[in-house]
């Protein structure tokens, strides 16, 4: 789901990198005093982590499938701060060691998807946790999911604002968010329920949460 | 050299798993450490390590405690790690740098060491990684990974040893190489886990058996030990099986592992 | 300090291209890199169109229709698009394919350290998974149903996470038993 290098207008992914570096340094600082001495190799590990869990695919109805994000449950597994670290330089690791995704909208899926859908999930979580914890954990990563797609969306659907040529013909991704916002987030209200699913399933094979968000 | 003094220890969730452990290794002894999976084997020697703390009683080491607060110490803990090198069972949970030649100079580098790049290159040879130098040792297979960790330690010239299931990973050549450097080296106190009977008979004169309580069962010459069947029963060191006579009667007999007779 | 540069340039040009709109320019900088990859050109050009096929066809295709419908002209922004998105994405790969990460990063010692654990853990987690993958698929008869493959699913990820806080904790004492900590502050 995350944006591509070359659709997003300079002004956009830029004013992205700035609202991202004092997130980023915030994270830094934070995951550094929780953990101290085992910053390194915990956020090496939970790195790794973000990155292979991406590769486990959701099964879909009709012998599909989608890949799984992971953020949700890395955010109550472990934190906000330390998933919206790790999934950065997962986005980080995709894009010089693969190519995939872009390094000029890494701010952009950074934030979208890493910070929104960490604080959306955990947010929703701690709200819904009395209800139950199945009830929780399920609708918190269903919103998060949900959540990052409408941020994604409406970053596209700005791009039409950013200008056009001499021939009225848009310099970046050309369509606005009433076409964005049905496309992106009418599929993700499903992949939002199997990644909910799977994180449910996850964290209740291991029985609790490690550490607290 | 090292002292362990009635020694508890178990893991937050209550686990329990090292009970009441006492013993003393003097400097040059050779000394395995047997038990069965899961007895403990790991914790104890990362007790040793100065990497868990004991929940009840003291290690120390040369009369001194291993406190967190002592190894929170620059002075003391850089003597302490340059004394006391462990290889960890899984061995690439000490493998952090770029190359494994890299690798094997962090330690000689942290400890002044002149010209660690050359101190890498002999131990990478004398463990057979020299065609590795510049490969990530991620890359390494099990095996290699294995020889990599002990030469990293090595290279450090330490005076403790501290060995988790070395030879785990390593084929027959390597071991052998192993046993004979072990039992080359002048000054070196070594503390060696293992499963395997008959590779502990080559690895030291003296045994400690950690029962499945985790208490210790047994401290004494290695030889007295490896021919008491009940006691390596009680260990679950030995193994049991069915025979099958020609004329058709069975009966079991408890065995050993290994060819010592 | 060569793998610094290379990561340098690449940003600056990255950056540099988004802000080119001329179909002209971004077509001679495509030949420039295509220059520049030489015989990787063929294998890397495959990759990338691979790598953007479906988003770039869908939107291609998106805006030719209703910029048809409404009668306005549509391509010039067809093929400033493909043009940037590829340039870009074959700059990537070209760059993935010369960067050693490790070099690159090694002006911060913490960055180049977790860099490095990353990629050992990454190939630790993914001998893990492929090892549940095939112990799965060797276990089941014929194709599993939904049910099954979801709680397959589920397992692997729950043993990754065990595992991973296991790994994290064992990693941490490991560099601690080599005096990693002691000589930092």
Known sequence: ?213 | MIELDRVGFHYPEGRGVLEDVSFRLETEERVVLLGANGCGKSSLLKLIDGLLEPTGGEVRYRGEALTPRRLRQREFARNFRRDVGMVFQSPEAMLFNATVAEEIAYGPERLGTPEPAAVARLWAERLQLEKYLDTPPYRLSGGEKQRLALACVLACQPRVLLLDEPTANLDPRATGWLVDFLLDQKGLTTLVTTQNLSLAAELGQRALILGEDGRLLYDGPLQTALKDTDLLWQANLAHAHRHRHDDGTEHRHVHVHGDWG | ?185
């Open chain 1, 1 to 213: 789901m995350h944006i591509p290098d070359g659709l997003i207008a300079p002004q956009v992914y830029l004013a992205a990198y700035a609202a991202a570096a004092p997130a980023w340094a915030y994270a830094v600082r934070k995951v550094a005093r929780d953990f101290d001495e085992s910053l390194i190799p915990r956020l090496a590990v939970l790195t790794a982590l973000a990155f292979v869990l991406t590769t486990v695919m959701i099964p879909l109805p009709g012998g599909t499938s989608g890949h799984v994000i992971g953020v949700g449950l890395l955010a109550l597994a472990f934190g906000i701060w330390p998933a919206f670290l790790a999934y950065s330089l997962v986005l980080v690791l995709q894009s010089l060691l693969f190519g995939a995704g872009g390094i000029t909208v890494l701010a952009v899926n950074a934030l979208a998807m890493g910070l929104a859908a960490a604080a959306v999930t955990v947010g929703v979580h701690r709200l819904l946790v009395g209800w139950g914890k199945s009830v929780g954990v399920l609708v918190g990563v269903w919103c998060g999911v949900v959540v990052s797609a409408v941020l994604v969306a409406l970053v596209l659907g700005v791009q039409p604002q950013m200008g056009t040529d001499a021939t009225g013909q848009p310099l970046f991704f050309p369509f606005g968010p009433a076409v964005t916002l049905p496309v992106i987030v009418i599929p993700h209200l499903i992949i939002g329920a199997g990644e909910a699913l799977l994180t449910w399933m996850v964290l209740s094979v291991t029985g609790r949460r490690r550490v607290p968000a």
């Open chain 3, 1 to 185: 300090m060569k793998d610094r540069l290379l990561l340098s340039v690449w940003l600056v040009a990255v950056v540099g291209i988004t802000f080119i709109h001329d179909p002209v320019w971004l077509g001679g900088l495509l030949l420039l890199a295509f220059a520049l990859a030489g015989k990787a050109t063929p294998g890397l050009l495959k990759r990338a169109l691979v790598a953007i096929a479906l988003v770039n066809i869908a939107v291609s295709a998106g805006f030719v229709l209703s910029a048809s419908i409404a009668g306005e002209p549509w391509g010039l922004f067809v093929i400033r698009l493909n043009l940037r998105v590829l340039l870009l994405t074959f700059l990537t790969l070209w760059l993935a394919r010369q960067l050693d990460l490790v070099r690159a990063v090694d002006f911060s010692p913490s960055l180049k350290f977790v860099v490095v654990l990353t990629l050992g853990q990454i190939k630790t987690f993914q001998r893990l998974l492929s090892d549940y993958r095939m112990a799965f698929r060797s276990r089941s008869l014929g194709r599993p149903d939904l049910k099954t493959r979801t709680r397959s699913a589920g397992r692997q990820a729950g043993a990754l996470l065990e595992k991973a806080e296991l790994q994290a904790t064992e990693v941490n004492l490991g560099m601690r038993s080599r005096g990693f900590f002691d000589d930092r502050a």
